[in-house]
């Protein structure tokens, strides 16, 4: 079956340490995205890749950072610059970017 | 800036219609899109919006005056299951591959 896999869907760290959150599409998506979610709120865009070896900074970036070494992964790590990494973190994909896009089942993280 | 307003929480009975606003101010505009999402779960995508007037699909139908930079999502024979949060997400011109994202309608469904 095709689709986005995220892992893992729960995740604890201590403050201070970076933590890489993983995201593989099966779909031959040329686009992927990473957004964050408070609660209550909408989606904010973290970063964007339209295709491998290239990424863009979306609304929110500092503190994390990505790769997209292979068009199928797209790991985000949150570094311990980010103030308040608690949140629910959705990654996504489209075929071109535009329209429509598929969305994984997301990794909650908390920091302790 | 860019802004998208929609109402934060709506109540309706099961069976009924419900409509959830969403109106927009953004530099360039390429359509507009609802997504849907469960509590604790993922957006799914429900409707796009490129051109002015009335898509349906199904129980669920996605209206847009670009004139007047709003639109809405129309939910018919409601049911239990389409309680949850849904969002309106605007594709503006200068955002090259990017959503523009609304905070949020939560669907409350009485029984």
């Known amino acids: 079956d095709g689709g986005i896999t995220q892992s893992p869907k729960y995740l604890f760290r201590k403050e201070g340490q970076n933590v890489t959150l993983s995201c593989e599409q099966n779909?031959?998506?040329?686009?992927m995205y990473w957004y964050r979610q408070d609660p209550g709120q909408g989606l904010r865009l973290i970063y964007y890749s339209q295709i491998v070896n290239d990424f863009q900074k979306g609304d929110i970036a500092e503190g994390y950072s990505v790769s997209r070494e292979k068009k199928e992964s797209f790991p985000l790590t949150v570094t311990s610059a980010q103030k308040n990494p608690t949140a629910f973190y959705l990654c996504?994909?489209?075929?071109?970017?535009?329209?429509?896009?598929?969305f994984g089942p997301g990794t909650r993280l908390t920091v302790l | 800036g860019q802004s998208l307003e929609q109402p934060s929480e709506v109540t309706a009975v099961e069976g009924a219609i419900v409509q959830i606003n969403c109106t927009y101010q953004t530099s360039g505009f390429y359509g507009l899109s609802w997504y849907q999402q469960h509590d604790g779960g993922a957006p799914t995508f429900l409707s796009y919006?490129?051109l002015d007037g009335l898509e349906e699909t199904g129980r669920f139908s996605s209206f847009l005056s670009r004139s007047d930079s709003y639109g809405y999502l129309l939910l018919q024979e409601l049911q239990m299951k389409d309680s949850a949060s849904y969002f309106c997400?605007?594709?503006?011109?200068?955002?090259?591959?990017?959503?523009?994202w609304g905070a949020g309608t939560k669907l409350i469904i009485k029984p």
């Open positions: 919006n490129a």
């Open positions: 779909l031959n998506h040329d686009a």
């Open positions: 996504a994909s489209s075929p071109d970017g535009y329209n429509e896009q598929f």
């Open positions: 997400a605007v594709r503006v011109a200068d955002s090259n591959y990017q959503l523009i």
